[in-house]
């Protein structure tokens, strides 16, 4: 069982004890019940320092790779241990310790039917950390989550109650702080509560626009794909110089942050976006609300193959069919451009942050019709590749001489020759329409590229896929579009390679999956599927091995193998006295499941950091100590264990 930092040495106590005296905003009776009932009308406060000048790390909203993001994070000056108070009266309704996501973290339900969250907490205040420590070695778990009635904990505003910490997938020291409505909607405190601690006058920021082709016809500077154009920004708007050639039906990406104060490193999220073309609004975002229960629903706003591969998150200023979020104006449309090709269009990207502070982009695009030959092809360094866009296959190939730029098409038996859609003396590019064809291979120049598409898979519904080594079953509305899945075995060294699509695209929901491996392997808990990325695996799980078969669950396409780790997790002692213990401990392969400490078979409570993979121990009471028997044991989610033992005295 994973468990989480010493809340009471003796350092932290007196920090928390000169807290209790200095802040004059803090109660004195840590949690006393009140006179009165709380009053629904009690404006929220701001939960560090309030009263005095605050700043941010960011915005609800904002793009996560996994998620948007659903409240404000408050910055704490890299320190650790700062009070943290309630913002709104009401009762401490939840409580929960893990590792990762939100780490230590406090929920407050409120009259008005609210509630107010606090993570990545260092240490619990009062009664409740002592409730909590109680909690965690009756249970002897060092997870907890546990809910509360409304008059067990009962707190006033600006009451204590934790310090500010570090805790969970934090990546710095800072306070996680969310509004919640009682349909669990994230709601954004800027404009809920609008705290006057935070004073931002500066507009969002716009770094690059993409343009991308819609379907089979569309062309961006004559090609068909996805390009991106860096803005120039003039005061405090932004422009693209140049006109952009295009034709047919585009979409829209931006690039857009919101800088939080003038001399800061952070930024938020763009949640109010406006897009018109020749003065006509074609879309219109606003996230004001974020449905917590839903966050891989953030895939369809952004573009995730390119988040995927370079890490920069575009908002799409387009529909796509399987987007059925909240955000937009219904009577707009999809936001898609249909190019005019009797005259420019002027487009306008207006942006503001919550704050009202707003600027613009702009751009023209140019009509230009479809050519065949392209002088500003650059030079294909392969000799074939293909890429899929929406419904479109696009074949990249060398030209070679007395080809005529024809391409050989293979699919169900048959064979079709292709001319090429656009060229040059550097390169050729064939369209296949994956609606009326799914090719097994396409040749040019004697050179072949076989995409492995085995099927088509319909959003919206579920669906089986059986194939002779593996079998995919998708449930209802698990992908975001039509899924053109890609599926290939191969054997590398002593490892079988089951390929299940592709990384780049994302999965609203976890598939099942059923392999038929060639070799033997034990059935035993130390042999389970893992994804292979590179050189590095990630573990999966063990599965249910039935007929031969071995079933898992996903939630991401890729590379699977099955490996058996047989080596448990590395101890490495820092510090072993009467009064602490404290480790590194890493495991190579299958991950660290669960770390259990005794003195002289006792359980004593462990705390663990799994950003830097150090775990130390936590006694009940301050004056209980560490001597006698020391047992540390780390199990991994193979199943091995390791123990560290030692006579502390």
Same mark, same amino acid.
């Given at each position: 069982?994973?468990?989480?930092?010493?809340?009471?040495?003796?350092?932290?106590?007196?920090?928390?004890?000169?807290?209790?005296?200095?802040?004059?905003?803090?109660?004195?009776?840590?949690?006393?019940?009140?006179?009165?009932?709380?009053?629904?009308?009690?404006?929220?406060?701001?939960?560090?320092?309030?009263?005095?000048?605050?700043?941010?790390?960011?915005?609800?909203?904002?793009?996560?790779?996994?998620? @948007?993001?659903?409240?404000?994070?408050?910055?704490?000056?890299?320190?650790?241990?700062?009070?943290?108070?309630?913002?709104?009266?009401?009762?401490?309704?939840?409580?929960?310790?893990?590792?990762?996501?939100?780490?230590?973290?406090?929920?407050?339900?409120?009259?008005?039917?609210?509630?107010?969250?606090?993570?990545?907490?260092?240490?619990?205040?009062?009664?409740?950390?002592?409730?909590?420590?109680?909690?965690?070695?009756?249970?002897?778990?060092?997870?907890?989550?546990?809910? @509360?009635?409304?008059?067990?904990?009962?707190?006033?505003?600006?009451?204590?109650?934790?310090?500010?910490?570090?805790?969970?997938?934090?990546?710095?020291?800072?306070?996680?702080?969310?509004?919640?409505?009682?349909?669990?909607?994230?709601?954004?405190?800027?404009?809920?509560?609008?705290?006057?601690?935070?004073?931002?006058?500066?507009?969002?920021?716009?770094?690059?626009?993409?343009?991308?082709?819609?379907?089979?016809?569309?062309?961006?500077?004559?090609?068909?794909?996805?390009?991106?154009?860096?803005?120039?920004?003039?005061?405090?708007?932004?422009?693209?110089?140049?006109?952009?050639?295009?034709?047919?039906?585009?979409?829209?990406?931006?690039?857009?942050?919101?800088?939080?104060?003038?001399?800061?490193?952070?930024?938020?999220?763009?949640?109010?976006?406006?897009?018109?073309?020749?003065?006509?609004?074609? @879309?219109?975002?606003?996230?004001?609300?974020?449905?917590?229960?839903?966050?891989?629903?953030?895939?369809?706003?952004?573009?995730?193959?390119?988040?995927?591969?370079?890490?920069?998150?575009?908002?799409?200023?387009?529909?796509?069919?399987?987007?059925?979020?909240?955000?937009?104006?219904?009577?707009?449309?999809?936001?898609?451009?249909?190019?005019?090709?009797?005259?420019?269009?002027?487009?306008?990207?207006?942006?503001?942050?919550?704050?009202?502070?707003?600027?613009?982009?702009?751009?023209?695009?140019?009509?230009?019709? #479809?050519?065949?030959?392209?002088?500003?092809?650059?030079?294909?360094?392969?000799?074939?590749?293909?890429?899929?866009?929406?419904?479109?296959?696009?074949?990249?190939?060398?030209?070679?001489?007395?080809?005529?730029?024809?391409?050989?098409?293979? #699919?169900?038996?048959?064979?079709?020759?292709?001319?090429?859609?656009?060229?040059?003396?550097?390169?050729?590019?064939?369209?296949?329409?994956?609606?009326?064809?799914?090719?097994?291979?396409?040749?040019?120049?004697?050179?072949?590229?076989?995409?492995?598409?085995?099927?088509?898979?319909?959003?919206?519904?579920?669906?089986?896929?059986?194939?002779?080594?593996?079998?995919?079953?998708?449930?209802?509305?698990?992908?975001?579009?039509?899924?053109?899945?890609?599926?290939?075995?191969?054997?590398?060294?002593?490892?079988?390679?089951?390929?299940?699509?592709?990384?780049?695209?994302?999965?609203?929901?976890?598939?099942?999956?059923?392999?038929?491996?060639?070799?033997?392997?034990?059935?035993?808990?130390?042999?389970?599927?893992?994804?292979?990325?590179?050189?590095?695996?990630?573990?999966?799980?063990?599965?249910?091995?039935?007929?031969?078969?071995?079933?898992?669950?996903?939630?991401?396409?890729?590379?699977?193998?099955?490996?058996?780790?047989?080596?448990?997790?590395?101890?490495?002692?820092?510090?072993?006295?009467?009064?602490?213990?404290?480790?590194?401990?890493?495991?190579?392969?299958?991950?660290?499941?669960?770390?259990?400490?005794?003195?002289?078979?006792?359980?004593?409570?462990?705390?663990?950091?799994?950003?830097?993979?150090?775990?130390?121990?936590?006694?009940?009471?301050?004056?209980?100590?560490?001597?006698?028997?020391?047992?540390?044991?780390?199990?991994?989610?193979?199943?091995?264990?390791?123990?560290?033992?030692?006579?502390?005295?």
């Amino acid at each position: 069982m994973l468990n989480k930092k010493n809340f009471w040495n003796s350092k932290s106590s007196r920090i928390f004890a000169w807290l209790l005296l200095a802040l004059p905003l803090i109660a004195q009776a840590q949690f006393a019940k009140p006179d009165e009932k709380f009053p629904a009308e009690e404006k929220y406060l701001y939960p560090v320092h309030p009263g005095q000048p605050g700043s941010l790390a960011g915005t609800m909203g904002e793009l996560r790779s996994t998620h @948007f993001h659903s409240g404000i994070d408050i910055r704490t000056n890299n320190m650790i241990g700062l009070p943290v108070v309630a913002s709104k009266s009401g009762y401490i309704s939840r409580i929960a310790v893990t590792p990762g996501s939100y780490g230590n973290v406090i929920y407050i339900t409120h009259a008005d039917g609210n509630t107010t969250l606090y993570a990545h907490l260092d240490k619990f205040a009062g009664k409740l950390g002592e409730f909590v420590l109680q909690e965690h070695y009756q249970r002897k778990e060092s997870e907890l989550d546990l809910e @509360f009635t409304p008059d067990q904990f009962p707190v006033k505003q600006g009451e204590l109650i934790a310090l500010s910490g570090n805790s969970g997938s934090s990546s710095g020291p800072h306070l996680h702080f969310d509004i919640r409505d009682p349909e669990n909607y994230a709601l954004d405190p800027l404009k809920v509560a609008g705290f006057p601690e935070l004073v931002d006058k500066l507009p969002p920021a716009a770094e690059k626009i993409a343009l991308k082709t819609l379907d089979i016809n569309s062309r961006i500077n004559d090609r068909f794909g996805r390009f991106e154009f860096y803005a120039q920004r003039v005061g405090n708007n932004y422009i693209i110089t140049a006109p952009i050639m295009a034709a047919g039906n585009i979409g829209v990406e931006l690039v857009a942050k919101d800088k939080l104060s003038p001399q800061s490193q952070f930024y938020g999220g763009v949640n109010y976006i406006k897009m018109k073309v020749d003065s006509q609004v074609v @879309f219109n975002q606003a996230i004001e609300r974020v449905n917590v229960a839903e966050t891989r629903a953030i895939y369809s706003l952004m573009d995730f193959k390119t988040m995927r591969n370079y890490g920069t998150r575009f908002y799409k200023l387009y529909i796509d069919d399987g987007n059925d979020l909240k955000f937009y104006d219904p009577s707009l449309g999809s936001g898609k451009i249909k190019v005019n090709p009797s005259k420019d269009s002027n487009v306008e990207i207006d942006m503001g942050d919550s704050d009202g502070n707003q600027s613009k982009l702009t751009f023209t695009l140019r009509s230009t019709p #479809a050519v065949k030959e392209v002088k500003s092809l650059e030079n294909y360094v392969f000799d074939i590749g293909y890429d899929i866009s929406e419904n479109t296959m696009m074949v990249i190939s060398k030209p070679c001489v007395g080809s005529a730029n024809k391409a050989t098409v293979f #699919a169900n038996g048959t064979s079709v020759e292709v001319n090429a859609d656009y060229y040059n003396g550097n390169r050729a590019v064939y369209l296949v329409d994956l609606r009326r064809l799914v090719p097994d291979s396409i040749s040019v120049c004697g050179k072949t590229v076989a995409p492995h598409i085995n099927i088509s898979v319909p959003s919206g519904t579920d669906y089986k896929y059986y194939g002779e080594l593996m079998d995919v079953a998708f449930p209802k509305n698990a992908i975001y579009d039509t899924l053109y899945l890609n599926t290939e075995y191969s054997v590398k060294g002593k490892q079988e390679i089951f390929t299940i699509g592709t990384r780049n695209v994302p999965l609203h929901k976890s598939i099942d999956i059923s392999l038929k491996p060639a070799f033997d392997y034990p059935i035993k808990p130390d042999v389970g599927v893992y994804r292979v990325a590179g050189k590095s695996y990630t573990y999966v799980g063990t599965g249910e091995w039935m007929n031969g078969r071995l079933n898992f669950s996903t939630r991401e396409f890729g590379d699977f193998t099955i490996l058996r780790d047989s080596i448990g997790p590395k101890i490495t002692p820092l510090v072993v006295n009467g009064q602490n213990a404290r480790f590194k401990i890493k495991d190579d392969l299958s991950g660290v499941d669960s770390i259990e400490a005794y003195v002289n078979g006792k359980w004593v409570l462990l705390a663990y950091d799994s950003k830097s993979n150090t775990i130390w121990t936590r006694t009940l009471k301050p004056e209980d100590n560490l001597k006698g028997n020391f047992e540390l044991v780390i199990t991994d989610n193979a199943g091995n264990k390791s123990r560290y033992l030692r006579k502390i005295l």
